[in-house]
Each structure stands twice: as structure tokens, then as C-alpha cells.
């Protein structure tokens, strides 16, 4: 694999992944990515001041967010798909 180089910095191709709002997925997630030696980096997105006090529902949780290298993303897709796949499921069901 060649190293991308543009001047004297260095280059951080990290790019969102997935977001996901409950733990369970997180931790299924995790262990997938670590199983296949993926490096992988969770953000969790803060609320903003008005959803703090506003127009929130007891049930949202906070998002997290999961980074890895742009190069690792095809991979990753199909190694998560099952796991994505359920969660997007559950949420359709939710809103019915």
C-alpha cells in the first residue's frame, strides 16, 4: 500500500462509517471491526442546547459515530451489513 503524502503534514483520511444509537449494536460493531483487524475511532455527536430542554423524547439516545480509514470501507460494509442490516429494520418498526 502506498502512503499518501501532500507536503510535510500528515494526511488523515478518516471518514464516517456508521452511526448507531443503541449499545447493543455498538458493541456488535466493535467486535466485528476488531476481529478483522479494521482501526476504527467512536465520536459520540453531543445534543445541541435546544434538544437538551426541547423537543426530545425519553427513548433518543445519543449517536455514535464510527470512523475508519477510507481505504477499509468496502470491506467493513460487507463484514457489517448483517448487523446494519437488523438495526434499520428495528428503526422502521419503530415508527409504525
Known amino acids: 500500500m502506498e ?10 483520511n478518516e ?17 466485528i ?10 465520536h459520540f455527536e453531543d445534543k445541541g442546547f435546544l434538544q437538551k430542554f426541547f ?3 425519553p427513548s433518543q439516545n445519543t449517536a455514535c459515530i464510527f470512523r475508519i480509514h477510507d481505504e477499509e470501507v468496502p470491506r ?6 448483517s448487523v446494519l442490516g437488523d438495526s434499520k429494520r428495528k428503526r422502521k418498526e419503530r415508527r409504525r
Open 3 to 12: 502512503k499518501k503524502t501532500f507536503g510535510s503534514g500528515p494526511v488523515n
Open 15 to 31: 471518514v464516517d462509517f456508521c452511526r448507531v444509537y443503541d449499545l447493543e449494536t455498538k458493541k456488535k460493531i466493535e467486535k
Open 33 to 42: 471491526l476488531l476481529d478483522n483487524r479494521i482501526s476504527y475511532c467512536c
Open 55 to 57: 423537543f426530545t423524547k
Open 76 to 81: 467493513a460494509k460487507k463484514l457489517v451489513r
